[in-house]
């Protein structure tokens, strides 16, 4: 089993809709988490952290689920820009500082 | 404010060759640091980290290797490139935090053709 799986896609959605992201991992004992947002042939950047108890910013939502070990992402109102592939990132806590990303969810914003 | 630089962007290597990918950061001390590989079209493969200077942890049996002479330095290298070694590099340094790991920022990365 993979340390963090996500579906892979593609997604194309159009224009205004909400898409959501799911993400697992397999380590119980991973304490941080983030989504990142990578461009074609670019570096991956931080889209946001994920807390215990779900964080919001702007149409960008994050959720953590410990017990079934699961992140999601939601985004609201798609803009053309919100194309890109979104990556799910676990860590350990400090002492464990392996950083795991996912394989990438591309979406795709279709006006 | 902390800053990573990564060089060089494109490298066009042949077979048999040797590489070298330096990574230095600046604004922080003993970062966390990593590099990573995308093969085209696939997600980011962790290589190698380092937790401090001369301390590298391997995650991947492969052709490469890693150093890190001083704090904020991290190399990547090979004796000889093979065609599977091509694709997109990248280093990324991570903030240690006291209790959880902060998020890792990344380099611009090096995409390398092996021919």
């Known amino acids: 089993r993979k340390e963090v799986e996500q579906d892979p896609g593609p997604f194309n959605v159009p224009e205004g809709a909400t898409v959501a992201f799911n993400c697992t991992y397999s380590?119980?004992?991973?304490?941080?988490f983030f989504w990142y947002r990578q461009d074609c042939r670019k570096e991956p950047k931080l889209l946001m952290s994920?807390?215990?108890s779900g964080n919001e910013d702007g149409r960008f939502t994050a959720q953590l689920n410990r017990a079934s070990q699961y992140i999601s992402l939601l985004i609201r109102d798609s803009k053309l820009s919100d194309s890109a592939t979104y990556l799910c990132?676990?860590?350990?806590?400090?002492?464990?500082?392996?950083?795991?990303f996912g394989t990438g969810t591309r979406l795709t914003i279709i006006p | 404010s902390q800053t990573i630089h990564q060089w060089p962007a494109t490298l066009v290597q042949p077979v048999g060759s040797p590489l070298s990918l330096e990574c230095t950061v600046e604004?922080?001390?003993?970062?966390?640091l990593y590099w990573y590989r995308q093969a085209a079209g696939r997600g980011l493969q962790l290589l190698f980290y380092?937790?401090?200077?001369?301390?590298i942890s391997s995650e991947v049996p492969q052709n490469l290797s890693a150093s890190r002479p001083q704090d904020r330095q991290f190399i990547l290298s090979s004796k000889k490139l093979l065609l599977s070694d091509s694709g997109f590099y990248l280093c990324?340094?991570?903030?240690?935090?006291?209790?959880?790991?902060?998020?890792?920022?990344f380099g611009q990365g090096t995409r390398l053709t092996v021919v």
């Open positions: 990324a340094w991570m903030y240690k935090g006291r209790t959880t790991n902060t998020e890792a920022f």
């Open positions: 380590n119980s004992a991973s304490q941080s």
């Open positions: 994920v807390y215990s």
């Open positions: 990132v676990v860590s350990g806590n400090f002492g464990n500082e392996k950083l795991t």
């Open positions: 604004g922080t001390s003993n970062p966390n």
């Open positions: 380092s937790v401090g200077i001369g301390q």
